[in-house]
């Protein structure tokens, strides 16, 4: 795939830009984690845990995403329920003020999403500066920018869910977003609305939205984690108490609240923008819809095929190969390998062992880790052959 | 006085950055009795090669793999420093003596560690050179162990 790299002439100014901007913040990301080391040591550095913190803030929406669903009521108006008006705004005043701690338990759900799309941009950025995306980790970069599109939209639905003006009018903005789209666009507007007008039904589309999707990243989530070993899911305990004192901290010095409830009469034009998550209805109030959208499809695409699009630095992977008749199939560098590019098939017959190690080549990233595990020299980095390694130890070794 | 032995440093070329440092024939300008080797990482390292090393008459080995938690293949400096510690299989023979090897787990800003730690080594190895040459060669069990 990246075979010819390095034949290539280094006179590409733009390739030459961009590897110094690289490994300058290749350097800077370094020296920060460095520094952070210094005090905490590398055990409890979150920069090391830069992947499993989204993960666990997801885990804490889960659980407070549950307590809200318990008094939720996905309608905008259920008045016959009793004398009083019965509705989204009126459970989620309910749960706010009324249930105890129920305004705890929904800040943490408002300030964890804003925490987890925080995180995944920092974890992003950290793999994009330690030019950790492409080659055989193309499909963590790939389901990455899939699951940074749902995480925003999750996070979208739940701020239609309360259903104050501010909803309202992003309901709306979202209508004619939809609208404005060639071919899908109404059919969508109507999946959306889950009819032609905002009802009750739509309300209940949008949690349907909001917990269904929530429930699709776990299936995007294992695509993410499927080709790595011993993915790293979770930061330590301590590392954990830290994250979720942080958002009770937030939690109590900005508690949440809505604003007035919404009415379809009414024509709310002003709101206040979540920036994690709002920022593209920022940018549709300040832009024509078709370039909009044209910016926000040419953004996806560009981050999607960003490791292709960036063919540079490193040199291109040379799979490892096993020595078919050293190898004894105890399985030890299948064990290890980072990226389970190696599998254990039956050994051939005449064979004296049961199994054969064999590597699965589009996804070996030509480490060696194999070969550092191998004790009978049965599997090789064809460019650095262990036993020219041995030679030039024993030769220096040796020498005066 | 005993001769001048070589110190092997076995380092993941995104450890300490130490290209600067090796003349065309992989030793350290300032340090000709180190030799540095380099690796994709420090992962691929194998036990195998340190007892090697030493047995060929390397004076020590330096491990040096990049900080622990950060590896650009995932898990290649913990792989190594379990095997060292004999917490994974392919291990250290027990034969090897732990006093001449070390494992450093420096990021690659560090080259500046690396060469304290490298120096504080190569003299340490030094007096246990010329404090094993005094012990008779016969003796197999050591009476007295040499301060290190």
């Given at each position: 795939?990246?075979s010819?790299v390095?034949n290539?002439?280094?006179?590409?100014?733009?390739?030459q830009i961009?590897?110094?901007?690289i490994?300058?913040?290749?350097k800077?990301?370094?020296?920060?984690e460095?520094?952070?080391?210094?005090?905490?040591?590398?055990k409890?550095?979150?920069?090391?845990?830069?992947?499993?913190?989204?993960?666990?803030?997801?885990w804490?929406?889960?659980?407070?995403?549950?307590?809200l669903?318990a008094?939720?009521?996905p309608?905008?108006?259920?008045?016959?329920?009793?004398?009083?008006?019965?509705?989204?705004?009126t459970?989620?005043?309910?749960?706010t003020?009324t249930?105890?701690?129920?305004?705890?338990?929904r800040?943490?759900h408002?300030y964890?999403g804003?925490?987890?799309?925080?995180?995944?941009?920092?974890h992003a950025?950290?793999?994009w500066f330690?030019d950790?995306?492409r080659q055989?980790?193309?499909?963590?970069?790939?389901?990455?920018?899939?699951?940074?599109?749902?995480?925003?939209?999750i996070?979208?639905t739940?701020?239609?869910l309360?259903?104050?003006?501010?909803?309202?009018l992003l309901t709306?903005?979202t209508v004619?977003?939809l609208?404005?789209l060639?071919l899908?666009?109404?059919?969508?507007?109507?999946w959306?609305?889950?009819?032609?007008t905002?009802?009750?039904?739509t309300?209940?589309n949008?949690?349907f939205?909001?917990?269904?999707?929530?429930f699709?990243?776990?299936?995007v989530?294992?695509l993410?984690?499927?080709?790595?070993?011993?993915p790293v899911l979770t930061?330590?305990?301590?590392?954990?108490?830290?994250?979720?004192?942080?958002?009770?901290?937030?939690?109590?010095?900005?508690?949440?609240?809505?604003g007035?409830?919404?009415?379809?009469?009414?024509?709310?034009?002003?709101?206040?923008?979540?920036w994690f998550?709002?920022?593209?209805?920022?940018?549709?109030?300040h832009?024509?819809?078709n370039?909009?959208?044209?910016?926000?499809t040419?953004?996806?695409?560009?981050?999607?095929?960003l490791p292709?699009?960036?063919?540079?630095?490193?040199a291109?992977?040379i799979?490892?190969e096993?020595?078919i008749?050293?190898?004894t199939?105890c399985?030890?560098c299948y064990?290890?390998?980072?990226?389970?590019?190696?599998?254990?098939?039956?050994?051939?017959?005449?064979?004296?062992?049961?199994?054969?190690?064999?590597?699965?080549?589009?996804r070996?990233?030509?480490?060696?880790i194999?070969?550092?595990?191998?004790a009978?020299?049965?599997?090789?980095l064809?460019?650095?052959?262990d036993a020219s390694?041995?030679?030039?130890?024993k030769?220096?070794?040796?020498?005066? | 006085?005993a001769?001048k032995?070589?110190?092997i440093t076995l380092?993941?070329?995104?450890?300490a950055?130490?290209?600067?440092?090796?003349?065309?024939?992989g030793?350290?300008?300032?340090?000709?009795?180190?030799?540095v080797v380099?690796?994709?990482?420090?992962?691929?390292?194998?036990?195998?090669m340190?007892e090697?090393?030493?047995?060929?008459?390397?004076?020590g080995?330096?491990?040096?793999?990049c900080?622990?938690?950060?590896?650009?293949?995932?898990e290649?400096?913990k792989?190594?420093?379990?095997?060292?510690?004999?917490?994974?299989?392919?291990?250290?023979?027990?034969?090897?003596?732990?006093?001449?090897?070390i494992?450093?787990?420096?990021s690659?800003?560090?080259?500046?560690?690396f060469?304290?730690?490298?120096k504080?080594?190569?003299?340490?190895?030094?007096?246990?050179?010329?404090?094993?040459?005094?012990?008779?060669k016969?003796?197999?069990t050591?009476?007295?162990?040499p301060?290190?």
């Open positions: 795939m990246t010819s390095k290539e002439p280094e006179n590409n100014w733009f390739k961009y590897n110094h901007f490994d300058g913040a290749n800077l990301t370094l020296a920060i460095d520094i952070t080391n210094i005090f905490i040591t590398s409890y550095n979150p920069f090391y845990y830069h992947g499993a913190l989204p993960q666990f803030y997801l804490v929406l889960f659980i407070s995403g549950l307590l669903f008094y939720y009521i309608t905008i108006d259920n008045a016959y329920l009793s004398n009083k008006l019965v509705n989204a705004w459970s989620v005043d309910y749960i003020n249930l105890p701690f129920g305004g705890v338990v800040g943490i408002r964890a804003d925490a987890m799309v925080l995180f995944i941009f920092l950025i950290r793999v330690t950790r995306y055989y980790r193309w499909i963590q970069w790939v389901t990455g920018v899939i699951l940074l599109l749902m995480v925003l939209f996070g979208q739940g701020y239609y309360v259903w104050d003006e501010r909803s309202l709306r903005m004619s977003a609208d404005a060639p899908i666009g109404g059919p969508l507007k109507t959306f609305l889950n009819g032609d905002i009802t009750n039904l309300l209940s949008f949690l939205i909001h917990i269904g999707l929530s699709a990243l776990l299936f989530l294992w993410h984690y499927v080709r790595m070993t011993r930061p330590p305990p301590a590392v954990n108490f830290i994250l979720v004192g942080a958002i009770l901290l937030i939690v109590f010095l900005i508690p949440i609240s809505s007035t409830m919404a009415n379809l009469n009414s024509q709310p034009n002003a709101y206040d923008i979540d998550f709002l920022f593209n209805y920022w940018l549709m109030a832009m024509p819809m370039v909009f959208w044209i910016s926000m040419a953004a996806a695409v560009i981050a999607t095929i292709w699009f960036v063919k540079t630095i490193s291109p992977v799979p490892a096993v020595v008749d050293k190898c199939g399985s030890l064990r290890d390998c980072p990226y389970q590019a190696i599998e254990m098939v039956p050994a051939p017959a005449g064979s004296r062992f049961k199994l054969l190690a064999t590597v699965n080549i589009p070996c990233s030509s480490c060696g194999c070969v550092g595990a191998c009978f020299d049965a599997i090789d064809p460019q650095l052959p390694v041995l030679t030039e130890i030769s220096f070794a040796g020498a005066k | 006085m001769e032995k070589t110190v380092v993941c070329e995104r450890a950055d130490l290209n600067d440092l090796l003349d065309s024939q030793n350290i300008t300032d340090m000709s009795d180190v030799h380099k690796f994709p990482c420090s992962g691929m390292i194998q036990p195998l340190i090697a090393a030493l047995k060929a008459g390397a004076s080995v330096i491990v040096c793999g900080q622990i938690g950060d590896c650009y293949y995932r290649g400096n792989m190594i420093k379990e095997r060292l510690l004999g917490e994974r299989p392919p291990g250290l023979k027990k034969t090897v003596d732990r006093r001449r090897v494992a450093l787990w420096l690659r800003m560090q080259k500046q560690r060469i304290s730690e490298a504080e080594f190569v003299y340490r190895m030094q007096a246990l050179d010329i404090a094993e040459a005094a012990v008779p016969t003796e197999p050591k009476a007295a162990p301060s290190p």
